[in-house]
Nanobody
């Protein structure tokens, strides 16, 4: 059973930065792509970023390109989301997710989700 735990959320002013972490356990982390999603109040969950199993390929939503960076540390079973230049519209619960399919790129379906971490950006 895969277990994903996000951390690092909080309150930040517009223009500020936060780094989210997602710690994974349960199987070989380095064989799977990982993704970040977010869900704002009253809105559907949306894709933010993905990184492949080696960390050599990334993909971003247009709304965060140039501001957010996804990375991973396979030795420590952790994926990160560095958020910079934050905007009030980045306010959401952020989730990490794992596709459940080996070496899947780009991931299209997800088998495992974390519980989420709240990010609030004040104007």
């Amino acid at each position: 059973q895969v277990h994903l735990v996000e951390s690092g959320g909080g309150l930040v002013q517009a223009g500020g930065s936060l780094r989210l972490s997602c710690a994974a356990s349960g199987r070989t982390f380095g064989d799977y792509a990982m993704s970040w999603f977010r869900q704002a109040p009253g809105k559907e969950r949306e894709f933010v970023a993905s990184i492949n199993w080696r960390g050599s390929r990334t993909d971003y939503a247009d709304s965060v390109k140039g501001r957010f960076t996804v990375s991973r540390d396979n030795a420590n079973n952790t994926v990160y989301l560095q958020m910079s230049g934050q905007k009030p519209e980045d306010t959401a619960v952020y989730y990490c997710a794992e596709p459940g399919v080996l070496w899947s790129w780009p991931p299209s379906t997800y088998a495992y989700w974390g519980q989420g971490t709240q990010v609030t950006v004040s104007s």
